[in-house]
């Protein structure tokens, strides 16, 4: 099944650093949803992009939607110690009449205070 | 309070023993999936279904079962016919003209 590639997998940053991830897929996605999950939890939708270069903020999260409609970017301004978890990123696709979720492998996210 | 209630947290089971996740949503949405997940990686989708008694085959259908015969509850079967069970499953909803969906909290199923 489809995955899409998110980078990097895994960072470890002092608390107050500025964090950016990415997300890339060979498919064009109409919308971009940015996750986070916290240890056995699900995870928690934190930011939905709904068109090209639309650039959308969640407090100290910034998201961008890619103008190619392939990729979308999350970044994190001045870390807290709670931001650690893992950072998804998932397409939406409507096919045939069905939306399905398409989502990346993750980028976990360690915060050393 | 709205929301997607999974049940059991965790659960164990015996090899070659079928098991029911439960996923009840008190949120009114029409679509409901079930994801799967394993250490390090990201959610794989096992199934879906966008309206009551209709369900579809997600990526990695093999070895469980669904049934959607309520609009509030999605219960997936894990198999003996499943070859590696042992993850952690998601169930998500959403409206079905909506973009955001909504997870439970997981269930944890390990096979002993």
């Known amino acids: 099944g489809q995955q899409l590639n998110q980078s990097p997998q895994s960072m470890f940053i002092q608390e107050g650093e500025d964090v950016s991830m990415n997300c890339t897929s060979s498919s064009i996605f109409n919308t971009w949803l940015w996750y986070k999950q916290e240890p056995g939890e699900g995870p928690v939708l934190l930011i939905a992009?709904?068109?090209?270069?639309e650039l959308t903020s969640n407090g100290r999260l910034t998201a961008q939607f890619g103008i190619t409609r392939k990729d979308s970017f999350l970044n994190i301004s001045a870390s807290i110690p709670s931001d650690v978890g893992i950072y998804f990123c998932?397409?939406?696709?409507?096919?045939?009449?069905?939306?399905?979720?398409?989502f990346g492998t993750g980028t976990r996210l360690k915060v050393l205070a | 309070d709205g929301g997607i209630t999974q049940s059991p947290k965790y659960l164990f089971r015996k090899e070659g023993q079928n098991v029911t996740l439960s996923c009840e949503q008190n949120l009114n949405h029409d679509a409901m999936y079930w994801y799967r997940q394993d250490p390090g990686q990201g959610l794989r989708l096992i199934y879906y279904s966008q309206i009551v008694n209709d369900f579809q085959k997600g990526d990695i259908a093999e070895g469980y079962s669904v049934s959607r015969e309520k609009k509030e509850s999605f219960p997936l079967t894990v198999t003996s016919a499943q070859k590696n069970p042992t993850a952690f499953y998601l169930c998500a909803s959403s409206r079905a003209s909506s973009i955001e969906a909504f997870f439970g909290q997981g269930t944890r199923l390990t096979v002993v």
């Open positions: 992009l709904y068109k090209a270069g």
């Open positions: 998932a397409g939406q696709s409507y096919t045939s009449g069905t939306y399905k979720y398409i």
